[in-house]
C-alpha cells in the first residue's frame, strides 16, 4: 500500500471525487480526506445517471454499503424504442439501471459523512500549487473545464474537439417505459430526442440536432424556457403533450477530451477532466466511478504514490480509449443522422442501436433474436443465411457473397510477371469460399511499378501469366469471382520491397518518376518526380487503357481504378500533392478532370457487362488533405461516369498523417458516400470478424466488406465464418475436395466428471 497518502485533497464534487474520496477513507481511515465542491450539496446539471452492470460489480465489490443503497433507488429496463416516421421499432434485452443524479451524490455525501471525509461546499478550492504542496495526494475531479488540467497543461497536453451538434438536457415529469429515441424531421432539418427514465415519475430528456439546424429553427436567438418549451412541443407525440423542464439548462456543444499524461507529480486527474464521452453512449459517470475504482486499487496495492499513480494510467488508459473510440463513433453517427432517415424502418433502428460497433449482429441477436429476424428479412437474408452470405450483382456478375479478399502486394513477381506464388496466394483464398478475390496493384508500365517485385499488365508475358491465375480460380473455385485493380505508383515508385525498407529509395537501378506535381513523397528521401505535361498524361491514360483491354483477355471478372494510397492518381486529386496551376489542379473539379479522363478510357475497353469500381483515399488524415467531404464529392463523379461501386480506404497519401486507427476505422467513410449517394460501397480496414462484416452489411454502411490481414492469418477464413455460423447453402459451398473438413475437428475431452463432494 503506498503509505505516502496520508492527506487526501479532492477538487470537485461529482460523482467521481465523491467516490474516490468514499474509497480511499474507507481503506485506511486514518487518512485526511477533503473534497471542495463550489456548489451546493443540492445543486446537481444534470438528471438521471446510467450505470452498467459491469460498473454495478465493481461498486459492490468495493463498498457494499453505496450498492445497497444504489440498488435500493434503480429503475430497471431492458427495451429500447426507435421512433421514426411515425413507426416503432423495439428491441429488448438491453439491462440498463438509472437513478437521478442528485440522488446518487445524496447517497455519495451521506456515505462521505458517515466515513469522516469532510465536504466543503460552496467553497472555492485552494489552487492545486497550493493543495500540491500541502497534501500527499490531490485528485482533480473538476470536469471538463477543469482548471486543474489547464493549470498543468504542459505535462498533461490537452487536446479538446468541439463536435457539430448543439444539445441541451432536459427532464419529463414522468417515466417513459424504455429507451427511447425519437426522429423529428422539421422544415429546418433533423432533431433528435434521447429519452429514458430515472426513477418512478421522472425521465431524462436530451434534444440534439446539427449547429445549422438549431440557428434555423431559432434556437439561438431563444432564452432557456423558450427552448424548453419548443422541444415540448417538437416532441409533443412522445411526451403526451407534457411539458419538459430544465434546470439551469443551456444549449452545448460537446467536447471531447483526450489528454496524453493522467498525473503531474502529486496531482492525477479522473472522470471528466481526465477524458470525455459522448452521453450518447452514456458514459460519463460510469467512467468517473470506474477511475475512482481503479485510483483507489493502484494506491492500495502499489509501494509508492508514482508507482500508484502510474498503475492506474496504465489500467485505465486503454478502457478509456476504446469507450472514446466507441464514443466517436456514436457521436458521428448523429452528426449524420440526416443521411440515414430513408433507410427501411427495421434498418435504420439496427443501424442507430450499432451505431458505436459495441452492440454487434450477433451480441443484438443474443439480446433478441426477434428484431434480428425481422431486420435480416427486411435485408433479404433467406431463411438460415446470414446477411454475409447474400449475393450481391453488379452489372452482369452476381457475386455470392459479400465478402472480398482485399488486394494485398507480394511484392514476389520477377519483371512484372506474376509467378507460382501468386497462383497460389490468390488460388487458395479463392478456394476459401470469399465471393470476390482482388489481386494486388497491377502496374500499367514498368515505370509505374512502386518496386522491382508489383506485378504488371503491359507484355504478353504478363497477361499469360495472369490468364494462368484466372483460369485455375474459375475452374476450381466455379462461383468465385477474380477482379483485377489497375495503378501506377507515381511519386512512390522505385522503392525498396516491403519487407527491405517500406518506401525506401532503391539502392541502385531507380527508374524516373512521375506525378501530378514535383512534389517528393519524403523531401530529401524519394527522388522529386517530374510533372506530367500533356503528352505524359495521354501516354499514362492509354497505358490504363491497354492495360484494360488485356485484364478483359485475361477474363478477369470485375476492374477496379486505384485513385487512392497517394499513388499516381490519387495524387492528382488530393490538394497535398497536387500543385498545379493547369486546368488539372486548383479546385476539386480540376483535379479529378485527369483521373476522370482515365476512368473514362478503362471504361471504354472494358466490356459493358463486366463491373468497374474505384478505390478512393477518402480523406488524407492531415491537415489540408481531402476531407469526408471531399471523398463524397469524389465518388458522385466516378459513379457519374459508370463506376459501379466505390472502394473507400484511406490515408497513405502523405508521411506525416494522423490516422484515428481502431476497429472498422475507415467504414464512416463508406457508409457516408453510401448513405448520400445511394450507390454501392465497399468498406476496408480493421474489419476482421464475420460479426463485423454482418453487423456493417445489415446496418447498411456498406454492401461489401473487404479484408486483407485475417485472409493472411486464414485463407480459408470466408468458409471457417460460415462453419461457425453453422451456415451450409450456396453462399459458401466448400470444395469438393475439401468437403471433409467442413466441421470444426475435435479437441480434447472437455467432459471429465466434476468433482460432486469434498472431505474434509
Not at 475504482?293 to 502499489?302: K, R
Request: charged share 20%; hydrophobic share 40%.
Amino acid at each position: 500500500m503506498a503509505s505516502d497518502t496520508r492527506r487526501i485533497a479532492v477538487i470537485g464534487g461529482g460523482p467521481g471525487g465523491l467516490y474516490a474520496a468514499a474509497l480511499l477513507k474507507r481503506l485506511d481511515p486514518e487518512r485526511s480526506v477533503t473534497v471542495w465542491e463550489r456548489n451546493a450539496p443540492d445543486d446537481t446539471f444534470g438528471f438521471g445517471v446510467v450505470l452498467s452492470d459491469e460498473t454495478l460489480g465493481g461498486i459492490e465489490h468495493a463498498d457494499p454499503v453505496v450498492y445497497r443503497a444504489l440498488q435500493a433507488e434503480f429503475v430497471r429496463w431492458d427495451d429500447i424504442d426507435i421512433i421514426h416516421r411515425g413507426r416503432t421499432q423495439t428491441s429488448g434485452g438491453h439491462g440498463f439501471a438509472a437513478l437521478g443524479r442528485r440522488r446518487l451524490l445524496e447517497i455519495l455525501h451521506q456515505r462521505c459523512a458517515s466515513l469522516g471525509v469532510r465536504l466543503r461546499f460552496r467553497a472555492e478550492a485552494p489552487s492545486v500549487t497550493e493543495l500540491a504542496a500541502t497534501h500527499d495526494l490531490v485528485i482533480a475531479a473538476d470536469g471538463v473545464h477543469s482548471t486543474t488540467r489547464e493549470t498543468y497543461a504542459d505535462t498533461f497536453r490537452p487536446t479538446v474537439t468541439t463536435h457539430r451538434n448543439r444539445y441541451i438536457w432536459l427532464a419529463a415529469d414522468f417515466a417513459f417505459d424504455a429507451f427511447r429515441f425519437e426522429i423529428a424531421e422539421t422544415e429546418h432539418g433533423v432533431m433528435q430526442l434521447h429519452a429514458y427514465p430515472f426513477s418512478a415519475d421522472a425521465s431524462t430528456a436530451i434534444v440534439e440536432m446539427r449547429e445549422e439546424v438549431w440557428r434555423a429553427a431559432g434556437f439561438d436567438a431563444m432564452d432557456t424556457t423558450a427552448s424548453t418549451e419548443r422541444c415540448g412541443k417538437i416532441f409533443a407525440d412522445a411526451l403526451g403533450s407534457r411539458p419538459l423542464r430544465s434546470n439551469n439548462s443551456s444549449w452545448l456543444t460537446f467536447r471531447t477530451v483526450v489528454n496524453a499524461h493522467w498525473s503531474h507529480g502529486n496531482t492525477v486527474l479522473i472522470g471528466d477532466a481526465a477524458h470525455t464521452a459522448h452521453f450518447s453512449i452514456g458514459s460519463g459517470t460510469k467512467l468517473a466511478v470506474e477511475d475512482a475504482l481503479a485510483l483507489a486499487a493502484c494506491i492500495e496495492e502499489q509501494p509508492d504514490l508514482p508507482a500508484a499513480l502510474a498503475a492506474y494510467e496504465d489500467e485505465r488508459r486503454p478502457v478509456v480509449a476504446s469507450t472514446q473510440r466507441a464514443a466517436a463513433a456514436s457521436l458521428r453517427w448523429f452528426e449524420e443522422l440526416a443521411t440515414y432517415v430513408d433507410q427501411a424502418p427495421r434498418q435504420f433502428a439496427f443501424n442507430l442501436l450499432t451505431r458505436s460497433r459495441r452492440v454487434t449482429h450477433d451480441n443484438l441477436r443474443l439480446r433478441d433474436a426477434g428484431f434480428t429476424a425481422a431486420v435480416e428479412e427486411e435485408f433479404g437474408c433467406a431463411p438460415g443465411t446470414p446477411p454475409m452470405f447474400t449475393p450481391l450483382r453488379l452489372r452482369g456478375l452476381e457475386l455470392r457473397n459479400r465478402v472480398v479478399v482485399s488486394p494485398m502486394d507480394m511484392y514476389s513477381a520477377v519483371d512484372g510477371v506474376p509467378g507460382d506464388l501468386h497462383l497460389v496466394h490468390l488460388g487458395a483464398r479463392a478456394l476459401g469460399g470469399a465471393g470476390l478475390v482482388m489481386t494486388e496493384m497491377v502496374c500499367v508500365s514498368a515505370e509505374g511499378r512502386i518496386t522491382p517485385g508489383c506485378t504488371g499488365l503491359y507484355t504478353p508475358e504478363q497477361a499469360a501469366a495472369w490468364a494462368r491465375i484466372t483460369d485455375f480460380v474459375h475452374t476450381s473455385a466455379p462461383g468465385t469471382a477474380i477482379g483485377i485493380q489497375l495503378g501506377h505508383s507515381g511519386r512512390k515508385g522505385s522503392t525498396k520491397l516491403m519487407w527491405e525498407g517500406i518506401d525506401q529509395p532503391l539502392d541502385e537501378g531507380n527508374w524516373p518518376l512521375s506525378a501530378a506535381s514535383p512534389v517528393p513523397y519524403r523531401e530529401g528521401v524519394n527522388q522529386v518526380p517530374h510533372a506530367l505535361d500533356r503528352a505524359g498524361l495521354d501516354v499514362i491514360r492509354n497505358q490504363f487503357a491497354a492495360a484494360a483491354r488485356h485484364a478483359a483477355t485475361c477474363d478477369f471478372d470485375l476492374l477496379e481504378l486505384h485513385c487512392a494510397h497517394g499513388y499516381l492518381l490519387s495524387g492528382f486529386l488530393s490538394p497535398l500533392t497536387n500543385r498545379r496551376t493547369d486546368i488539372y489542379g486548383g479546385p476539386l473539379s480540376n483535379r479529378l478532370r485527369f483521373p476522370l479522363e482515365v476512368f473514362d478510357a478503362v471504361r471504354a475497353r472494358w466490356p459493358d457487362d463486366r463491373p468497374m469500381t474505384v478505390r478512393i483515399s477518402a480523406t488524407d488524415w492531415a491537415d489540408g488533405g481531402t476531407t469526408a467531404e471531399d471523398a463524397v464529392e469524389i465518388a458522385r463523379a466516378f459513379v457519374a461516369h459508370g463506376a459501379d461501386a466505390i472502394d473507400v480506404s484511406t490515408g497513405q497519401v502523405v508521411p506525416d498523417e494522423d490516422p484515428e486507427y481502431g476497429r472498422s476505422y475507415q467504414t464512416p467513410f463508406a457508409d457516408r458516400i453510401r448513405n448520400t449517394l445511394v450507390v454501392p460501397v465497399i468498406a476496408v480496414g480493421a474489419i476482421s470478424s464475420w460479426d463485423d462484416v454482418n453487423s456493417l452489411l445489415l446496418a447498411g454502411r456498406a454492401d461489401l466488406c473487404a479484408l486483407a490481414r485475417p485472409h493472411l492469418y486464414d485463407p480459408h477464413w470466408t468458409l471457417h465464418a460460415a462453419a461457425e455460423q453453422g451456415y451450409d447453402g450456396s453462399g459458401a459451398p466448400w470444395p469438393l475436395p475439401y468437403r471433409a473438413g467442413s466441421r470444426t475437428p475435435p479437441t480434447g475431452r472437455t467432459d471429465a466428471p466434476k468433482p460432486r463432494l469434498t472431505l474434509g
